[in-house]
């Protein structure tokens, strides 16, 4: 965060990639991309585009307090860090990935549909349109 923090342009926009940011801190890149994960689940951070990111208002440095206040007016209440349920909200947004991991998880490992028979699909398929006929 202090890294981001240090190489935002005025208003938070921070353009690196998180290749980048791993060579200046001496990381991974993996372990780069999971500490923006969890700098997005806390709405401090959000990707943008490859290698383009946003700081929060709230956090972001501008050139004057008179644009800082603007862009904290405008922003999404949603996105407000000094709210009661941030914690709860952080929590969600990590359980919510979690879950869906896993569903990713089990959509893998779940056994292959078998191949089909084309032939019996085809007598299938022709006994359907004879009775949708016969009606």
Known sequence: ????LGVQEPGGRIVITQEDIASALGMKRSAVGLSL??????RIVWKERQ??????P???GFT???EAEDAIRHMDESFCLDVEDFEERYRAAVEE???ALKRK???RKAPAMPPTD??????????????VSAE
């Open 1 to 4: 965060m202090l890294f981001l």
């Open 37 to 42: 994960q969890h700098l997005q689940f806390a």
């Open 51 to 56: 290698g383009v990111y946003q700081l929060n």
């Open 58 to 60: 709230q956090v972001a």
């Open 64 to 66: 004057t307090p008179a």
């Open 97 to 99: 990935h979690q879950e």
């Open 105 to 107: 998880a089990a959509i």
């Open 118 to 131: 084309l032939a019996t699909h085809r007598q299938r398929r022709s006994r359907r349109v004879a009775a």
